[in-house]
């Protein structure tokens, strides 16, 4: 009796031997697609960082590049605003006209006439320079076909 019992027991150490190397197979396998799947995660991650920081520093370059060509055209845009004082225009009108407000219209013109321009402004109101000056945006809106003075004068 004894050797059927030993016979039955090494056939079930067998078959639980088995299914336990099937359960470690799979566990493995698993383990292995986890691994894999968080290599690919920090992989990418790191692959969008790298995408991100490039183009923040391409779009810094490019936003230093246009402030420095803005320079001129905001220059251009404060000597209008001088003209337009030396046309008589009255400053609330030259606010009006341009979408300044009066504060960035009297800073525009203690800075035209700081700068030189003969007859321009009313170099009274340097004390007014409490603002930063004008907005990029709107120094130049209005400066069209409004900003000529037609509605104004008359």
């Given at each position: 009796?004894?050797?059927?019992?030993?016979?039955?027991?090494?056939?079930?150490?067998?078959?639980?031997?088995?299914?336990?190397?099937?359960?470690?197979?799979?566990?493995?396998?698993?383990?292995?697609?986890?691994?894999?799947?968080?290599?690919?995660?920090?992989?990418?991650?790191?692959?969008?960082?790298?995408?991100?920081?490039?183009?923040?520093?391409?779009?810094?370059?490019?936003?230093?590049?246009?402030?420095?060509?803005?320079?001129e055209?905001?220059?251009?845009?404060?000597?209008?605003?001088?003209?337009?004082?030396?046309?008589?225009?009255?400053?609330?009108?030259?606010?009006?006209?341009?979408?300044?407000?009066?504060?960035?219209?009297?800073?525009?013109?203690?800075?035209?006439?700081?700068?030189?321009?003969?007859?321009?402004?009313?170099?009274?109101?340097?004390d007014?320079?409490?603002?930063?000056?004008?907005d990029?945006?709107?120094a130049?809106?209005?400066?069209?076909?409004?900003?000529?003075?037609?509605p104004?004068?008359?």
């Open positions: 009796m004894s050797g059927r019992i030993s016979a039955s027991r090494a056939s079930a150490v067998r078959a639980a031997q088995q299914a336990k190397a099937a359960r470690d197979a799979a566990r493995l396998k698993r383990e292995r697609q986890v691994e894999s799947a968080l290599a690919d995660f920090y992989e990418q991650t790191g692959r969008a960082e790298h995408l991100r920081a490039t183009a923040r520093a391409r779009a810094e370059k490019i936003l230093a590049e246009a402030e420095t060509a803005a320079l055209p905001e220059r251009l845009a404060r000597e209008a605003v001088g003209k337009l004082a030396d046309l008589g225009e009255p400053r609330d009108q030259i606010a009006e006209l341009t979408g300044l407000s009066l504060p960035e219209v009297r800073t525009v013109l203690a800075e035209v006439a700081g700068a030189g321009r003969p007859g321009s402004g009313d170099r009274r109101d340097t007014a320079i409490a603002t930063a000056g004008p990029p945006g709107s130049t809106t209005g400066c069209g076909d409004a900003a000529g003075g037609e104004a004068q008359g």
